[in-house]
C-alpha cells in the first residue's frame, strides 16, 4: 500500500525547549523529480495467496533489502532485482513471534533487528531471516535503528507514561545510555490533538543524529557522543501549510467528525527524515487522511532536499508520484508505488549534482 495508517488514542506532548536558529533563508529551488534524480525501478515479487498489505519499512542489505509489513507481521527479503527470497510470518507472543513490526534497523554484522514496541521486544535475524536473539528491553523502540558506537539509535518510550517519545542511545544489549526528548512546541494543554497525530523522525550518521516533529518544521541535530542538542533550525519552507491549534473538545459530539476532517485537509505535516548518500537530507511532506474505519492514514506527497553538512536548501517541494511512500534513504531513496492486488514497485532515486 502507498500510505500507513495508525488508530485514534492521545499521545502526550513533551514539554522540551530548544533553543535554536532563526528561521533560514527560502533558498533553494524548485524542480521536478525528473530533474534532479536518475531512477531504478524493480517490481517485486508478490504471491497471491499473502499480498503485502502495508510496507512501512525497507531495510539496505549488501545482497538486496528487506521489507516489513504492518499488517500481516511479516519480514520479506528481496533481491535487488525483486526476487523474493525469504520470509518470515509468524503472529503472537511466542519467541520470534510478533504482534507488531514498528521499525528495522541492521547490525554492523549483517543482521537485522527488528523492532516490536506491542511485545516490547527486539529481535536479531540473520541475513536470510533466520532467528537468531531476542531481548526485552525496559522500553519501548520504535522506527528504524541506527549503528553508533558500540551500541544503537532509536525512538524509545518509556518511563512513568510510555507516551512519551525520545531519541536514545543504547548499548549493544539494549541498555539506555542517553536520551534526547522529542522537540514539541509545548504540553498537552496548550496544543491539544497535536500528539495524537504528529510524527517523532530521526535520521543518523556518523557523530551525528537529525529529529522533526511532525507539525513543526524544525530540524534539531544532536550530537551522538554526548546526547546532547547542539542546534535546531527553524525553516520556513515555501507552501508548507502549518497547523492551527483546536480548542480542546473541538472534534467531540455529532459535528466533531466533520470538523476533524477540516482541520486535518488544512495543514501539511512531515512524516519522516532520511540521509540519503551520505549527503543529503530528505524531509517528506504528507497529509493526514481519515478512513471509514476511523483510522488515519499518513500520505507521502512532496519532498525538501537539504545538503547534509550545513541544513542549506537544494530543492523544495519536489512532487512524489501519486500513491507514492518514502520507506527509506541509505544508498537511495527508496519509493515503494502500488498495491495489491495491483504489482508493487520499488523505485531508487539517485540526486544529481549539487554534493558541493
Not at 254 to 273: C, H, K, N, T
Amino acid at each position: 500500500m502507498s500510505h500507513s495508517s495508525i488508530p485514534l488514542f492521545p499521545l502526550l506532548l513533551i514539554g522540551a525547549a530548544c533553543a535554536g536558529n532563526d528561521a533560514s533563508e527560502p533558498g533553494g529551488s524548485f524542480a521536478e523529480l525528473s530533474e534532479i534524480t536518475t531512477a531504478s525501478s524493480v517490481v517485486l515479487e508478490d504471491p497471491a495467496e499473502r499480498p503485502l498489505g502495508d510496507a512501512g519499512f525497507l531495510l539496505e542489505l549488501d545482497d538486496g533489502f528487506v521489507l516489513a509489513d504492518r499488517l500481516t507481521r511479516e519480514l520479506r527479503k528481496y533481491s535487488r532485482h525483486g526476487r523474493l527470497l525469504a520470509r518470515h510470518t509468524a503472529f503472537g507472543e511466542g519467541p520470534f513471534e510478533f504482534r507488531g513490526i514498528g521499525g528495522l534497523g541492521r547490525l554492523r554484522d549483517g543482521r537485522v533487528v527488528v523492532m516490536d514496541p506491542q511485545n516490547g521486544r527486539v529481535t536479531y535475524f540473520g541475513p536470510d531471516l533466520t532467528p537468531d536473539t531476542l531481548f526485552s528491553p525496559d522500553f519501548l523502540p520504535s522506527g528504524r535503528v541506527y549503528p553508533a558506537g558500540d551500541g544503537f539509535l532509536a525512538v524509545t518510550r518509556g518511563g512513568p507514561d510510555v507516551r512519551l517519545r525520545s531519541l536514545s542511545k543504547v548499548s549493544h544489549d539494549w541498555v539506555e545510555e542517553w536520551s534526547v526528548p522529542e522537540p514539541s512546541p509545548g504540553s498537552i494543554f496548550e496544543y491539544p490533538y497535536w500528539g495524537s497525530f504528529s510524527r517523532f523522525s530521526i535520521a543518523a550518521r556518523g557523530d551525528r543524529a537529525w529529529m522533526v516533529y511532525g507539525f513543526l518544521y524544525s530540524i534539531v541535530v544532536v550530537d551522538v557522543a554526548g546526547g546532547s542538542v547542539v542546534d535546531t533550525v527553524h525553516i520556513e519552507a515555501p507552501g508548507f501549510d502549518r497547523a492551527s491549534v483546536p480548542k480542546a473538545g473541538a472534534f467531540t459530539g455529532e459535528v466533531g467528525r466533520e470538523s476533524l476532517d477540516r482541520w486535518l485537509a488544512s495543514f501539511d505535516m512531515l512524516p519522516r527524515i532520511d540521509v540519503v548518500a551520505d549527503s543529503f537530507l530528505v524531509v517528506t511532506r504528507g497529509r493526514i487522511k481519515s478512513d471509514s474505519s476511523l483510522r488515519f492514514i499518513y500520505d507521502h506527497t512532496a519532498i525538501d532536499v537539504f545538503r547534509l553538512e550545513d541544513l542549506s536548501p537544494l530543492w523544495w517541494d519536489v512532487q512524489l508520484p501519486e500513491g507514492a511512500r518514502v520507506l527509506s534513504g541509505g544508498r537511495s531513496l527508496h519509493v515503494l508505488t502500488g498495491s495489491a492486488p495491483d504489482p508493487l514497485e520499488l523505485t531508487s532515486f539517485d540526486f544529481i549534482g549539487r554534493h558541493e
